[in-house]
């Protein structure tokens, strides 16, 4: 059975940081296009970061280049390291699995992903 659990949200100010943390069980994540969204809200979801290790392919958004990385370790889990954490930055994040191949022009579209976590809620103030 597949499951993904996040951790590491919180309150923080802006110009903080934050570490976030997927554990995956039941499969590996090197198998799987990993992908991290943030919905805030009133707002649709969105992409924020997808790392695809089959091909050694890493996709931001564009709102968050420069200040957040995204990385994974042999125990299975993937990070989200969140630097120069901005209130626009606020909102529940998500980890989510793709079997498929995550590409350029649609990592971001959350219907291609097949698993999704329960989410961990980020808050930035100003």
């Known amino acids: 059975q597949v499951q993904l659990v996040e951790s590491g949200g919180g309150s923080v100010q802006a110009g903080g940081s934050l570490r976030l943390s997927c554990a995956a069980s039941?499969?590996?994540?090197?198998?799987?296009?990993m992908g991290w969204f943030r919905q805030a809200p009133g707002k649709q979801r969105e992409g924020v970061v997808a790392?695809?290790?089959?091909?050694?392919?890493t996709y931001y958004a564009d709102s968050v280049k420069g200040r957040f990385t995204i990385s994974q370790d042999n125990a299975n889990t993937v990070y989200l390291q969140m630097n120069s954490l901005k209130p626009d930055d606020t909102g529940m994040y998500y980890c989510?699995?793709?079997?498929?191949?995550?590409?350029?022009?649609?990592?971001?579209?959350?219907?291609?992903?097949?698993?999704w976590g329960q989410g961990t809620q980020v808050t930035v103030s100003s």
């Open positions: 989510a699995a793709s079997r498929w191949r995550c590409y350029s022009d649609s990592w971001y579209q959350s219907h291609d992903y097949n698993y």
């Open positions: 039941g499969y590996s994540v090197r198998d799987y296009c």
């Open positions: 790392l695809d290790d089959r091909v050694g392919d």
